[in-house]
Each structure stands twice: as C-alpha cells, then as structure tokens.
C-alpha cells in the first residue's frame, strides 16, 4: 500500500479503492495530449477568471496565455505538466484520464488521490509516533521539500528547497522543537478540493 503516486501511474498495477481493483498504467500518447489540452483549457478559464483585473490587463493575459500554448509550455513532459502532477488536481486529473475506460472520473479520482494522500500522511505520521524527535523522518520531510521540523513547530513551517538524493545532511537546519502542533494537520494540508 505504501507505493508512490509515480510508480502507481508508471508501471502497470491494480490499485484497490473501496473494494474495487483499477488497473493503472502509464498514460498512452493520447492520454498525454489529453492532459495537455486540460492544462491549456485550466490556463485559459483561470486567465478569464481573473475578474479583478481592469480590462485591458485581462486581455493582455489572456493573450499571454495563448502566447505560452503556442510556445507548447504546457506540452506533456514540460516544467507546467510536471508542476501539475505535483498538485492533488493534476495527479486526480491523469487518473481520470487513464482510467476513464473503469469509470474512473474526475470526482472519483479526486478522492482516490485524496484517500492515497492520507495514507502517505498517517505512514508519515506512524514514522513519527516510533521516532518523536523526528530523526528518521527530517531526511524525508527534507525531501519533500519540507521542513525537517515540520511535524514539530509550533508556528507555520518555512518550506525547504527538495534536495537530490544523493544530497548531504541537513543537520543544523532545524530549529529547536516545542513540541507537536495541534493546529498542523497533514491529512488536511495534502487532501484534494471538493
């Protein structure tokens, strides 16, 4: 149960959610352009959306979006598509689209990716009810792109920049712990919109 979101969608694998099996492979060519063009479409509606804005600025972001999808910066495999897939949305949005075949839709993959997150949080969290100060953890947090403290503060965490995997330690980095925070709770941080 405790795969990652990238071998789930890289490598052909049933996946169980409420006592349904999904099979899950990678996304065909066209599922690819299909996930493009939804990036596209999301970059023009919240261009249009963007109400705020006096007219003219509005029109001039909107061919700047049209500027960036004739430049392909959405295209499948660009920095935009990887940022995506980094959201709950993105990553709900390609399961839709995979397993549109199962019946999967967009609703029904929001929630699966949803109840996937929660996993990763309560495994995250059963880390840290074996080790409380944290030391196995900070390594994974830091990975994440998280402070290795995260769990510990009592104040908002400071992201950290993701290091490689070959990365040193990142001893020193984390300041002093107050103990756990009721108020941080990563099973409603990581979850997706409704």
Not at 40 to 67: C, F, G, K, Y
Not at 83 to 92: K, W
Not at 134 to 147: F, Q, S, T, V, Y
Not at 180 to 187: D, G, L, R, Y
């Amino acid at each position: 149960m405790a795969r990652t979101l990238a071998e789930i969608l890289n490598s052909p694998a049933d996946y169980v959610y409420e006592g349904k099996a999904y099979k899950l492979r990678e996304a065909a060519l066209d599922e690819c352009g299909q996930y493009q063009r939804w990036m596209e479409q999301e970059a023009r509606a919240s261009a249009a959306r963007a109400t705020e804005l006096p007219e003219e600025d509005r029109r001039n972001l909107l061919r700047d979006v049209q500027a960036d999808i004739a430049a392909q910066r959405y295209a499948w495999g660009g920095e935009a598509c990887v940022n995506s897939l980094r959201t709950p949305n993105g990553i709900a949005k390609l399961l839709s689209i995979v397993c549109a075949d199962q019946g999967v839709t967009e609703a029904l993959a929001r929630k699966i990716v949803q109840s996937h997150f929660l996993d990763v949080a309560q495994l995250l969290l059963g880390v840290l009810e074996s080790d409380p100060e944290g030391k196995e953890l900070a390594p994974i947090l830091n990975r994440m792109g998280l402070a290795p403290n995260f769990f510990h503060s009592s104040s908002p965490p400071s992201p950290t920049p993701p290091t490689g995997a070959t990365s040193g330690s990142s001893a020193g980095s984390a300041s002093p712990s107050s103990g756990p925070s009721s108020s941080t709770s990563p099973a409603t941080s990581t979850g997706a919109p409704s």
